[in-house]
């Protein structure tokens, strides 16, 4: 009975002993972000990836989230270093957006669809990782505002100006791919291709828009000179419409989130990206003044929003980058 008794306290003893010495999840998330920071300052993507993936996503831990969007943007060769020491500068040069075509980290030549490069693919991860932070569900536009839900000032604030950053240089690989853009940023001068436009725009019935393709600025003058990737002559309605969408959500992204950042920076090269969101805005009002059915397609920040709705067609597709990329990228 005593030696029963005993092995039991023994054992006992050890389950206690075991339980008090096992870290709490916040304890393990803290151990993960330290060597995870580690492993990033060596470019050890991969196994920061890894490490942060392994322990689950954590959508209500702001520094996680960041850690875990930085790691994907590593193996997508981002670097905000990068961005703010030799990029941020070439943001207006040339002017509105073409600048953003030059960025170090916006060259990118893949050898079939963009949507399917490795580095295109590694930054949208990490793009959607603070897009979504808090756990916004795919279905609802991830405003800056809806992430507020979740996060303090401060940690909102540090997971929009990282966001801000790299949908920049997302769009600036958008750009230069379907854009055809020269390394001097100027649009339809690329030796890759030979588009003088993004898309084709066989689908424009309205008259206004159509009148404002041949007088739009650049080398855009007709409405059939297509990346071939955009192409609808080419591509599946369906994959089509996906890769639209995928420049519509990075536009509309860049406008809603970039007045936020810029609110609380001044001064320095900073100011040299204050320009974009300006020229974007000039180009949207002119739309949803001439073309009023459009609004579902200004406020969508989702991609699987703009994929899924019916209402948003091959025209409204179309119209909105005549007005928005054609207009402003020249």
Not at 128 to 140: E, F, S, V
Not at 144 to 164: P, Q, T, V
Not at 292 to 312: G, H, M, R, W, Y
């Amino acid at each position: 009975m005593f030696i029963h008794s005993l092995k039991c306290s023994f054992f006992t003893a050890v389950i206690l002993l075991c339980v008090s010495c096992g870290k709490s999840k916040d304890e393990e998330v803290v151990d993960a972000l330290r060597s995870a920071n580690i492993l990033l300052s060596s470019k050890k993507c991969q196994e920061a990836i890894d490490l942060l993936e392994g322990i689950g996503r954590q959508n209500r831990n702001a520094k996680y989230l960041k850690g875990l969007a930085s790691a994907y943007g590593c193996r997508a060769n981002y670097s905000t270093i990068t961005f703010f020491g030799s990029d941020i500068k070439k943001t207006a040069n040339p002017g509105p957006l073409g600048g953003m075509t030059t960025y170090t980290t916006s060259q990118v030549t893949p050898s079939g669809d963009l949507s399917d490069d490795q580095s295109f693919k590694d930054l949208q991860t990490a793009i959607d990782i603070l897009l979504y932070a808090g756990g916004i569900a795919a279905t609802t536009d991830p405003y800056a505002r809806e992430r507020a839900k979740y996060f303090s000032l401060n940690e909102a604030g540090d997971i929009n100006s990282e966001l801000a950053f790299m949908l920049m240089v997302q769009a600036g690989k958008f750009m230069k791919v379907y854009g055809n853009a020269s390394a001097g940023g100027v649009k339809g001068a690329g030796t890759t291709t030979t588009n003088k436009c993004f898309t084709d725009y066989s689908h424009v019935t309205n008259v206004i828009i159509e009148a404002g393709i041949s007088a739009l600025p650049g080398s855009c003058k007709m409405k059939n000179s297509s990346h071939p990737e955009l192409d609808s002559t080419l591509v599946s309605s369906d994959e089509r419409k996906k890769r639209l969408c995928e420049g519509v959500v990075l536009m509309n992204s860049i406008v809603d989130i970039l007045p936020v950042v810029l609110a609380t920076a001044a001064g320095g090269d900073i100011e040299d990206i204050s320009s974009v969101t300006g020229e974007i805005a000039k180009g949207r009002k002119l739309l949803s003044d001439n073309v009023p059915e459009i609004a579902p397609l200004l406020n969508t920040l989702s991609q699987k929003n703009c994929v899924d709705n019916a209402d948003i067609d091959e025209e409204m597709l179309e119209t909105y980058y005549v007005g928005v990329y054609e207009t402003i990228f020249q």
